[in-house]
Each structure stands twice: as structure tokens, then as C-alpha cells.
């Protein structure tokens, strides 16, 4: 799943592609959302961490779950 995270005062996205599902991801912002000078960490599929402090957070983008179909085949 991709995630979108905007960072204030920085002017490109961080992208991290996690294998976690949307209700996770956003349990994970809640929960760093509710401690006080929280932070959000995320680990992507190779297993690089992304950390976030939550005062920085402009946005987080939640991707779709399932992978779309690529390319003109498909089904009539």
C-alpha cells in the first residue's frame, strides 16, 4: 500500500510503500497523533523506517489495499 505523507514547509511528498493495511496505517497515526510530541514511523517493504515528527505533519495520503490491473487487457 502507498502512503502519502506531506511534511510542513517542505515542498515534495514522502512516498512510503508499507505492506500494512489502511486500518493499520491509521491506528499507527492515531496513535503517534495522541502522545504528545508524538512521532509517526513507518517501515517501508525493504525495510527502510520513515519517522515523522507529528508537529511536522501536513498530511497522510492512505493508498487503496488492492493492487489495479495494468495495462488494456480485461475482462468484457
Known amino acids: 500500500m502507498e502512503i502519502k505523507i506531506g511534511v ?3 515542498h515534495r511528498e ?3 510503500e508499507t505492506d500494512l493495511t489502511a486500518e493499520e496505517v491509521e491506528e499507527e497515526i492515531r496513535n ?3 502522545v504528545e ?4 514511523a ?3 517493504v525493504k525495510g527502510r ?9 501536513g498530511f497522510v ?3 487503496e489495499d488492492d493492487a489495479r490491473p ?7
Open 70 to 76: 495494468v495495462g488494456f487487457g480485461g475482462t468484457l
Open 14 to 16: 514522502l512516498i512510503v
Open 32 to 34: 503517534a497523533l495522541s
Open 49 to 57: 523506517r520513515v519517522v515523522v515528527p507529528v508537529a511536522s505533519l
Open 8 to 10: 510542513r514547509s517542505v
Open 61 to 63: 495520503e492512505i493508498g
Open 42 to 44: 513507518l517501515t517501508d
Open 37 to 40: 510530541r508524538g512521532v509517526l
